[in-house]
Structure formats: C-alpha cells, structure tokens
C-alpha cells in the first residue's frame, strides 16, 4: 500500500522533461527542499500546472517522489523584468546552497516575505535581509551584518556555504 504524504512550499526550480513530465523543487514550510516529479502534468486536466510553476506557493500530495494531486494556494506576480530578477537571484542563491536541509522554517518564511516584498521595498534592502537571513540560519554571524553591503555579504556566503552569486554580475546579464 502507498504511504502520501502532503507538503506545502514554494517551487524554487522546475525542469520540463519530455512527455509532458516535470521535475520541481521544493522549499517546504520546515526549511526541506524536496525533489518531486510530475508525471504529464503538461497534458493534465485534473491538476493545477500553474502550482507547478517557480514562484508558486503550493500543496502537493506525493508518493515516493511522485506528486499525484496539487493545489496552487498564491503565486507572487511581479510587475517588471527588475522585480522578476530579484526573485530569480534569491532563488538561486537557494539553488546554489550544497546544504538542502536547511531545518529552519525560517528560510522558508524568509523567502516568502522577501518574494511579497519584491517591488514594495527598496531593492538593495530585500535582498540584504534575504541574505542575512540564510546566513544566520547556518550560524554564521559577521559584526556589523547589519550594516554590510551585498558584496560583503556574497563573500561571507561563499567563504562559508560555498555559495557563489554575484548581485551585479546577475543583474546585468539578465538586461
């Protein structure tokens, strides 16, 4: 007999794979990322496709990996290329991150308030607090982490996490 279970987190990558499957990642409430797969979810008539979109707050009901029912709960809409970059950049410093279980629901509820952020507050300060926020779930304390530029923080993530995402680099490319 199967055993499910029920997850909810935010897709934080996806991969579309031939007959219409696809692969996601997860960010879940507790701080896990899980890997699922998505059998023909493109030809699917009974499930949400848009729950399996990057960005999209979801609940998922799974069997060894296999997601069979999924229900979109909220998508963050973003207005312009700059706030769809922002996101993009904070997914990927999750992406990059060698460590995925993070333990803390604190990363996930980070990312979500960072995500509802995007476009609200000021850039430079999302993003800063977004990663404070992953560097102090991993322990990792620097004097004056308040005051410290997104340069300083990128460094202190590379130095500890080996996490390499350069902000400006990132930005420019994706003009």
């Known amino acids: 007999m199967k055993q499910y279970k029920r997850v909810t987190g935010i897709v934080i990558s996806k991969k579309d794979?031939?007959?219409?499957?696809?692969?996601?990642?997860?960010?879940t409430e507790t701080g896990f990322i899980l890997n699922l797969y998505a059998k023909g979810i493109a030809k699917s008539l009974n499930?949400?496709?848009?729950?399996?979109?990057i960005c999209s707050v979801?609940?998922?009901?799974?069997?060894?990996?296999?997601?069979?029912?999924?229900?979109?709960?909220?998508?963050?809409?973003?207005?312009?290329?700059?706030e769809y970059r922002q996101a993009f950049y904070m997914l990927k410093i999750i992406n990059s991150i060698k460590y995925y279980d993070f333990h803390?629901?604190?990363?996930?509820?980070?990312?979500?308030?960072?995500?509802l952020s995007t476009g609200k507050?000021?850039?430079?300060?999302?993003?800063?607090?977004?990663?404070?926020?992953?560097?102090e779930s991993h322990g990792i304390m620097m004097d004056n982490l308040k005051k410290a530029t997104i340069r300083e923080l990128e460094r202190h993530m590379f130095d500890h996490l080996d996490v390499y995402v350069n902000y400006e680099t990132f930005m420019n490319y994706l003009s």
């Open 17 to 27: 794979l031939f007959n219409g499957d696809r692969s996601i990642s997860v960010l």
């Open 47 to 53: 499930r949400e496709i848009i729950s399996f979109d």
């Open 58 to 82: 979801s609940e998922f009901l799974y069997s060894n990996s296999i997601v069979t029912k999924s229900s979109l709960i909220k998508t963050f809409k973003f207005k312009n290329i700059k």
């Open 104 to 115: 803390s629901k604190s990363i996930f509820l980070s990312l979500q308030n960072s995500l």
């Open 121 to 135: 507050n000021e850039e430079k300060s999302i993003i800063s607090q977004f990663i404070i926020s992953i560097l």
